[in-house]
């Protein structure tokens, strides 16, 4: 069988899940449970990438996550081996602890993001256990399941620090409290209806999303992917483009209205210089000194702490995040 395609990109969205070899437990106890999610939230801040829902099932467990970096693969590699260490070490066995690779599969955000996030927090209740349970138990299951963000993203007591809630909750009106409410009902709808699984769509080419946006990811990173063949696809590597830092200066001006010499003006010092900065080290195949070279011949520690105050900017202004974000996208789909 085929290994299934990494297609990985600055800004990507994926569902990710593992499962317990041959289908065994993962978490023996609570304090196991404490102790994946510790090491998920250490692997999240080393790699920067953002978890925006999860649910740990007996064996197995579903992610809602993008990568800022386009760095899936490391971060997956991160995480899976710092669990294991902990795991067997706790339990005095030794051996893999889950059955083969983790599934990915890339996401559309435009149209599918707040579906499958859904998705992910039905799990607990779309097990054949409960099948024939009425629906108003079903939702009192769920609303006690506590290895989940689902309570997160209803309560704002019982949020995760690692989560970030806001990018599912802006497609119902914002991180408020009607927000909050409109998607614990989105979520109860998936109980009533007979919703679609969002994953059916992307079984054969990983991707979830609507014909246009499959086309975009077929052009732009994978090359005559209709032509290659079952044996051939293993070898196919992580496919993350590089920019041209002069265009991709170019193009972020135009994006944002900057004035190209007046954003790599020697002593210059805004959010916007800090946001190329980033985008430069992110896009390019570029270190810190080559950054500062670019923009005014500074120094990369400047360069290296300018990077950190825009993160710790990101963190507090959701409007800065949201805008850094779309640029984030809006890089990821033009040609330069």
Do not use: W
């Amino acid at each position: 069988m085929a290994r299934q395609l990494r297609v990985q990109y600055p800004g990507a969205y994926y569902h990710i899940t593992g499962r317990g070899n041959e289908r065994q437990d993962i978490y023996r106890d609570k304090d196991d449970y404490v102790m994946f999610l510790e090491k998920l939230s250490d692997s999240l801040e080393v790699y920067n990438v953002s978890l925006l829902g999860y649910v740990c099932m007996t064996n197995h467990y579903h992610f809602l996550v993008t990568t800022p970096e386009g760095n899936l693969s490391s971060f997956m590699r991160h995480f899976n081996i710092a669990y294991t260490l902990s795991f067997n070490r706790r339990h005095n066995r030794s051996g893999h602890l889950y059955q083969g690779r983790y599934k990915s599969y890339l996401i559309d955000a435009g149209g599918y993001l707040k579906e499958v996030s859904r998705y992910v927090h039905l799990n607990p209740v779309r097990i054949k256990k409960y099948a024939g349970v009425e629906t108003d138990q079903r939702i009192r299951i769920l609303n006690n399941f506590t290895h989940s963000s689902f309570a997160g993203y209803t309560n704002t007591k019982k949020r995760d620090d690692f989560v970030h809630y806001q990018t599912i909750l802006d497609y119902l009106g914002g991180d408020t409290k009607d927000g909050r409410a409109l998607y614990r009902q989105f979520v109860y709808r998936g109980l009533v209806k007979d919703n679609a699984n969002p994953l059916e769509i992307g079984k054969g080419n990983g991707i979830i999303g609507s014909d246009g946006f499959v086309s975009h990811i077929k052009e732009k990173y994978l090359t005559n992917i209709d032509q290659v063949s079952d044996r051939e696809l293993p070898h196919l590597k992580k496919i993350r483009s590089t920019y041209n830092p002069e265009k991709l200066i170019d193009v972020f001006c135009q994006l944002t209205g900057s004035d190209r010499n007046e954003i790599c003006r020697r002593g210059k010092n805004s959010t916007e210089r800090s946001m190329l900065m980033e985008l430069l080290y992110r896009f390019c195949d570029i270190k810190q000194p080559e950054i500062g070279r670019y923009l005014g011949n500074i120094d990369y520690s400047a360069v290296s702490v300018s990077r950190k105050r825009l993160r710790l900017k990101i963190e507090e202004d959701l409007s800065l995040k949201q805008k850094f974000d779309n640029l984030v996208s809006d890089l990821s789909r033009i040609k330069i």
